[in-house]
């Protein structure tokens, strides 16, 4: 376990951070959050927001984790720098993120768009995430 002693705990918390940051402007009405409960069918007039307070809570934890793992590929593969940081997101994003995603979405009958929005929002964090651990490495 002294492997996690090693990861640079400061940069995993900013990570995350940046990565929740991006969830909320992603899912702003005006960017893609109208689209998004369009596809889910949900009237935001009639929306349940009992336990928000939890779920954002969960979905923070759930950022930290990925960014521990992105963390540890970053030190167990020795990256460093922007350009490195960009294909870790883009390799992470798309071929685990998206493609989860995609997976889910085939057997739950989703449409498709909604696969897009929640990849592009993942492809996108694991992006940021990535460049700041890659350059604060």
């Known amino acids: 376990m002294s492997f996690f002693s090693h990861l640079n705990w400061l940069a995993i918390v900013v990570a995350a951070a940046a990565y929740f940051a991006i969830g909320a402007i ?15 069918k949900i009237d935001p007039t009639k929306m349940d927001r009992s336990g928000l307070g939890m779920m954002m809570a969960q979905s923070f934890v759930t950022t930290l984790i990925v ?21 870790l997101g883009l390799l992470c994003g798309v ?20 696969v897009l929005i929640n ?16 350059v604060w490495s």
């Not at 702003?28 to 409960?37: H, N, T």
């Not at 997976?103 to 768009?113: D, H, N, Q």
């Not at 990849?119 to 890659?134: E, Q």
């Open 26 to 40: 992603w899912y702003m009405p005006a960017v893609f959050g109208k689209k998004w409960m369009e596809l889910l």
């Open 95 to 114: 071929c685990f993120a998206l493609c989860t995603n995609y997976i889910s979405s085939i057997y739950e009958k989703r449409p498709f768009g909604l």
């Open 67 to 87: 960014c521990i793992g992105l963390a540890a590929l970053v030190q167990l593969i020795g990256l460093g720098g922007a350009m490195e940081g960009l294909k």
């Open 119 to 134: 990849g592009g929002y993942n492809i996108a964090g694991m992006v940021v995430a990535s460049l700041i651990l890659c």
